[in-house]
């Protein structure tokens, strides 16, 4: 296994598109996160799934993005009508407990 | 007030001497803390968690959580170049962490 791979590492996109990034957890880890992270902060909880089911969702999570985990394998998240303050790497992680987590390379996205 | 309050630095040390990073919170609710090393266009790493108060080593590093005065460290000993990275406390007493906005360090040669 070579751990959580992300896809794509870079996005630009122009305000107002819509995009979506993925994630391919560890096979054996049935939970699944995602976080933001911004320049000179630390990752922000955005959701978790506990294999298909979506568990918690964040307040920063607004209507525009939605998440998805089909089958409890891989991950999309998708950002609709982005925004300039979209623009961060967004990390994906997976654990088999609370606290294990393996966290991906991110993808960072850029609006402009 | 930020729930989790982390030093940004930078720091920074000659190789071999002792490091210590620091983060303070206000939610007494955490149980679980951990420290993660986040190397420049990567994601975090797991270091080392521990559980309620308390010190935990692993080879150079000493994780040290102190519930009372809501303060949690990590040491470094014989710190390398190699250990050049931001370091990120986290916290948890469920399933969405809380991470302190990192340190920045740098060992020299």
């Known amino acids: 296994d070579t751990g959580v791979s992300q896809d794509p590492r870079h996005k630009i996109t122009k305000r107002g598109q819509n995009v979506t990034f993925r994630c391919d957890p560890i096979?054996?880890?049935?939970?699944l996160y995602w976080y933001r992270q911004t320049l000179g902060q630390g990752p922000e909880f955005l959701t978790y799934f506990q294999n298909e089911a979506q568990l918690e969702k964040s307040r920063l999570l607004s209507d525009r993005f939605s998440a998805e985990r089909p089958k409890g394998s891989f991950s999309t998240l998708e950002i609709q009508r982005t925004e300039q303050g979209d623009s961060a790497m967004y990390l994906c992680?997976?654990?088999?407990?609370?606290?294990?987590?393996?966290f991906g390379s991110g993808t960072r996205l850029t609006v402009v | 007030q930020k729930e989790v309050e982390q030093d940004p630095g930078p720091l920074s040390v000659p190789e071999g001497a002792i490091v210590s990073l620091n983060c303070t919170y206000s939610n007494s609710a955490f149980q679980y803390f951990m420290w993660y090393r986040q190397y420049s266009r990567k994601g975090p790493e797991l270091l080392m968690y521990t559980y309620s108060s308390g010190n935990k080593e692993d080879g150079r590093f000493t994780a040290q959580v102190d519930k009372s005065s809501k303060y949690i460290s990590l040491f470094i000993r014989d710190s390398q170049p190699s250990d050049s990275a931001t370091y990120l406390c986290a916290m948890t007493n469920n399933n969405d962490m809380r991470f302190g906005a990192g340190t920045r360090l740098t060992v020299k040669p």
């Open positions: 992680a997976s654990s088999l407990d609370r606290l294990g987590y393996t």
């Open positions: 096979s054996e880890h049935n939970r």
